[in-house]
């Protein structure tokens, strides 16, 4: 499984855009990138996804380098709900299409 | 849609008792996933189930870990006997599977679980 390096944590200005990086460099061609986020331990929650494409829905941004080696999850206007742990995960191809979460990027949205 | 229900929300217990948490997938889901997220070891995943058969287990620490799917919409996580390192927050997670393509894993609200 492809592993995925973010950094481990950011902030972010109140109705800035916030922008998460996230490197996948063993990525394979038919891997899918998911974004979560974990809100003060609640359930993880489902932002964004994507394989080739960049996309967008309304919560997010998902842009994919034409390389795939790396994405950025944009959030265009932050607000304090937005403060949360970030994951970037590359899903198994195949089997068990397992999630592997790494340590995530905690994003602080300050006032 | 009530998303995926988690019971009890908390749970405090004594080193040695049995323990059961217990899992509601969303309806028409066909694979439910269980995790466990400690502070030292982030969230991993400890069993995974497709249609109500257990595909991977691999992650289950001990055989102290027991998890069962006796129907699509119920599915249990039992410790026996209950250890303190075994104090987590256990995460469910459900999706609907179609095969091959994109899919995304929906999560419950969790259980805190406290082995004194």
Redesign the interface.
Known sequence: DAKTTQPPSMDCAEGRAANLPCNHSTISGNE?V?WYRQIH??????II?G?KNNETNEMASLIITEDRKSSTLILPHATLRDTAVY?CIV?ATS?????????GTRLKVLA | DAG?IQSPRHEVTEMGQEVTLRCKPISGHNSL?WYRQTMMR????LI?FNNNVP??DSGMPEDRFSAKMPNASFSTLKIQPSEPRDSA?Y?C?SRL?LGGG?????????T?LTVL
């Open positions: 899918y998911y331990s609640q359930g993880p929650q489902y996804h394989l994951y899903r089997g068990t299409y397992k999630y592997i979460f790494g340590t | 995926v996933f982030g969230l991993e995943l995974y595909i991977d927050v995460f997670a599977s994109a899919d995304t894993q929906y999560f419950g609200p969790g805190r």
